[in-house]
C-alpha cells in the first residue's frame, strides 16, 4: 500500500520545495505537473479542488489549509502563544483576519499569493510549510477554514519542527486529526537553500564552544558575502541557533515564564522585578542578544510598573533635580551645577540597575514641558540646557553597555575605536568629578554576586589601565592586547572543558589518581592542539584548572546540592560557593538542571537560596 507521494525540486536560483501526499488509495493518484510559460517553469500542486504554484519568484494557493513555521525571532508571535511554553509554531489560516473582538475571523476569501522574499522574511528565515486537506464532504471553504482550526489548529501550533526532519512523519503522526475530515493531507515545504548552508555552518561553529572568536566570524561573514544574505537574516540565524541550545533555552524559557506571570497581573512585583534583572544579566553571559529579550518585554511587560509601597528615592530625586534646574526657577537664572549633574548621573545609574522604566518617562516628560516652555516664551535656552544632559546621558549609556557586555560576556572584545571612546569619556566624567568614572561603571559591576572571574580580570585591567593611559605610563593598544588576551584565554578555558565534560561523560571515564588526571590533561591537549581549537604552547596549569572545576561542578551536583535541599539550609551551599571559586552563574546553571532533572518546585530552590533573617 502506497503512504506518500513525494516530489522533491527547485524554484528559482536558490530555493526548493519538498511536496508530500498523503492518505489512503494513493496507488493512481495524481497530484503534480509542470507549467512552462514563455520558457519559466511553474510546479503546479492540486488535491481536492485545493491547488499550489511554486513559480521562480514565490507561492501562489486556492483553496483550504493555511502555513505554519516553527517560532523564530522576527516571527510575529501573539502575546497569547507568548504565554503558553508548549506553543512553539506560528499558524495561519487562509482566509483569516484578526479583529480585536472576538479575534479570529474567518473569511471566504482564502486565495492569496507571497513572494519567496515576504515568505522568508514574515516566516521562518530557512524553512516554511504549507498545507491543504482533501474534505470527505462538499461544504464552503469558511466551513473547512472552521473544521481545520477546531480539529488540527492545537496539533499544528504544538507539533517540534525540525530542520532535516522527516515530513512523512508530520502527516504520519496527525493523521488521526486529519483523517477525520478528509481522505487526504498535502504538505509544501519551501526552503532557502542559501540560509540553510548559513544555518548549518552557523550551528556547526557555535555548538564546539558557545563562543565564535575572531577566526570563526571572519568564517561565517566571508559565507554570508558570498550567499549574498543580509544582515537582518544573520541576526534572525544567530538568534535561533542561540536560543535552540539547550542550556541557552533554559534561562530564555525562565526568563519568559517570569514575564507571562506578570502579564496576567497589574503590576510588576520587586521579587519579579529582581528575577528579570539576574536572568539578564545570565542571558547577557551567555551572548543572548539583547534586542531578543527586549521584543519579549515590549510584548508582555507594557507599561506596567513596579510595586512600591513608595516612589523609589532616586525617581523623587530625578523629578526634582530636573523641574528645579530646568523650569520651576527658571525665571531667576538656575543652571545646572556640577553637584545637580553628579545626582542626575547617579539617578539614572539607579534607574538602570531597578530596570526601572519611570526614570525616561520622567524625562520624556520634563522634555515635552521644555519644549512648550521654549515655545511659549520663545527662549531656546532651556531646550539647550536640556540637550546638555541627554548628551552627559547618552555618554552614559555608551560606557554602560560597553563596559558591561567586556564584563558579563566571555566573546566581547574591546576594539582600538572602543578603547578611545572609553578614555575619552572616562576624561569627561572624571572632570565632572575625581572617580566618578569609576563609582558609575566600575564599582557596579565588581560588586555585582554574578560577575564571573574573567570578568573580574577585565574590569580590573581596564580600570588600572586606564589609570595608566591617563599618566602616560601605558600606551592604549597595549590595553587593547591585554583585554584581548583575557578574552581568548577564557575562550580556550570553556573549550577545554566542554571538551573534558564531552569525553568523561561520552566514555564514562572515572579518573584515579593524578597519574590518570595528568594523563588525561595531555591526551585532551593533543587532541585539541591538533585540531587548532587552542594554541599549542597552553599551560598545563591552564587545562588543569578546567577539570578541577569540573570534578567541584561533580562535587556540587552529587554531593553538596543534594545535602542543602534536603536539610533547607542555605549555608551549606553559599560555604560552597565561597570556598569552590566556581561561579555564581555557573552553580545556578547546576542547579537549574538539578531541578529539571527531579522535577523540584521553585519553592524548594528558593529556600537554599535565601538566608532566614
Not at 53 to 64: A, C, E, K
Not at 235 to 259: A, Q, W
Not at 408 to 420: I, T
Request: hydrophobic share 40%; glycine share 6%.
Amino acid at each position: 500500500m502506497i503512504k506518500d507521494l513525494r516530489v522533491h525540486g527547485v524554484a528559482g536560483p536558490d530555493k526548493e520545495f519538498y511536496a508530500t501526499l498523503s492518505g489512503f488509495g494513493l496507488g493512481n493518484h495524481y497530484f503534480h505537473e509542470v507549467i512552462d510559460e514563455d520558457g519559466v517553469l511553474r510546479h503546479r500542486f492540486f488535491c481536492g479542488g485545493n491547488e499550489y504554484i511554486v513559480g521562480p519568484d514565490g507561492v501562489s494557493h486556492t483553496g483550504n489549509g493555511g502555513s505554519f513555521c516553527p517560532y523564530m525571532f522576527g516571527v510575529d508571535e501573539p502575546v497569547e502563544d507568548l504565554v503558553k511554553p508548549d506553543v512553539v509554531n506560528r499558524l495561519v489560516l487562509f482566509g483569516a483576519r484578526h479583529d480585536p473582538v472576538p479575534g479570529i475571523r474567518l473569511t471566504r476569501n482564502t486565495s492569496g499569493s507571497e513572494s519567496f522574499k515576504d515568505v522568508f522574511l514574515r516566516g521562518h528565515t530557512v524553512y516554511n510549510y504549507y498545507f491543504s486537506i482533501q474534505f470527505l464532504t462538499r461544504i464552503s471553504l469558511k466551513k473547512q477554514q472552521e473544521k481545520i482550526l477546531r480539529v488540527l489548529g492545537k496539533s499544528l501550533k504544538r507539533f517540534p519542527l525540525e530542520l532535516d526532519g522527516d515530513d512523512s512523519k508530520i502527516a504520519e503522526e496527525l493523521n488521526a486529526q486529519w483523517s477525520e475530515l478528509g481522505a487526504a493531507f498535502f504538505l509544501l515545504k519551501l526552503v532557502n537553500r542559501s540560509h540553510r548552508e548559513f544555518y548549518v555552518k552557523f550551528r556547526e561553529l557555535y555548538s564546539r564552544s558557545h563562543v565564535l572568536g575572531e577566526e570563526e566570524q571572519i568564517i561565517l561573514q566571508n559565507l554570508a558575502e558570498r550567499l549574498e544574505i543580509d544582515p537582518y537574516s544573520r541576526e534572525r540565524i544567530k538568534i535561533d541557533i542561540m536560543f535552540r541550545d539547550n542550556e541557552n533555552r533554559r534561562v530564555i524559557d525562565e526568563y519568559r515564564s517570569v514575564l507571562a506571570e506578570i502579564w496576567r497581573g497589574d503590576e510588576i512585583r520587586f521579587d519579579q522585578s529582581a528575577k528579570i534583572s539576574r536572568l539578564r544579566t545570565l542571558a547577557l553571559r551567555k551572548g543572548i542578544p539583547d534586542n531578543f529579550l527586549n521584543a519579549l518585554d515590549e510584548k508582555l511587560l507594557g507599561n506596567k510598573r513596579i510595586v512600591a509601597t513608595e516612589v523609589p528615592e532616586y525617581l523623587v530625586e530625578a523629578r526634582g533635580v530636573l523641574e528645579t534646574i530646568l523650569l520651576q526657577t527658571r525665571r531667576i537664572g538656575a543652571r545646572l551645577e556640577r553637584v545637580d549633574l553628579i545626582r542626575l548621573l547617579k539617578t539614572k545609574l539607579s534607574a538602570l540597575e531597578n530596570r526601572d522604566s519611570v526614570f525616561d518617562r520622567i524625562l520624556i516628560e520634563v522634555g515635552k514641558e521644555c519644549d512648550e516652555f521654549s515655545t511659549r516664551t520663545e527662549d531656546p535656552a532651556i531646550l539647550e540646557e536640556f540637550g546638555n544632559i541627554i548628551t552627559y546621558f547618552d555618554r552614559f549609556d555608551t560606557v554602560y553597555n560597553v563596559v558591561n557586555r567586556m564584563a558579563f560576556h566571555e566573546e566581547e572584545k574591546l576594539s582600538l575605536e572602543r578603547a578611545r571612546s572609553l578614555l575619552a569619556n572616562r576624561r569627561i566624567f572624571e572632570e565632572i568629578q575625581d572617580g566618578l568614572f569609576h563609582e558609575l561603571f566600575l564599582d557596579p559591576i565588581l560588586k555585582n554576586p554574578y560577575l564571573p572571574g574573567t570578568g573580574r580580570k577585565k574590569i580590573q585591567a581596564l580600570s588600572s589601565g586606564l589609570k595608566k593611559i591617563a599618566t602616560g605610563d601605558l600606551a592604549l593598544q597595549d590595553l587593547v592586547i591585554s583585554l584581548g588576551t583575557l578574552t581568548r584565554d577564557e575562550k580556550e578555558y570553556r573549550i577545554v572543558k566542554a571538551a573534558m565534560d564531552r569525553w568523561l561523560k561520552k566514555f564514562g571515564r572515572s579518573l584515579r589518581g593524578e597519574d590518570e588526571e595528568n594523563a588525561f590533561v595531555g591526551d585532551v591537549k593533543k587532541m585539541l592542539t591538533s585540531k587548532g581549537f587552542v594554541r599549542s604552547g597552553m599551560p598545563d596549569a591552564f587545562l588543569r584548572k578546567a577539570l578541577d572545576d569540573l570534578k567541584m561542578e561533580r562535587v556540587y551536583v552529587s554531593k553538596v546540592l543534594p545535602g542543602a535541599v534536603k536539610e533547607k539550609n542555605p549555608w551549606i551551599r553559599e560555604e560552597f560557593i565561597r570556598s569552590s571559586g566556581l561561579d555564581l552563574i555557573r552553580v545556578e546553571e547546576l542547579e537549574r538542571e538539578f531541578q529539571a532533572q527531579y522535577r523540584l518546585e521553585d519553592e524548594a530552590m528558593d529556600r537554599i537560596r535565601k538566608r532566614d533573617k
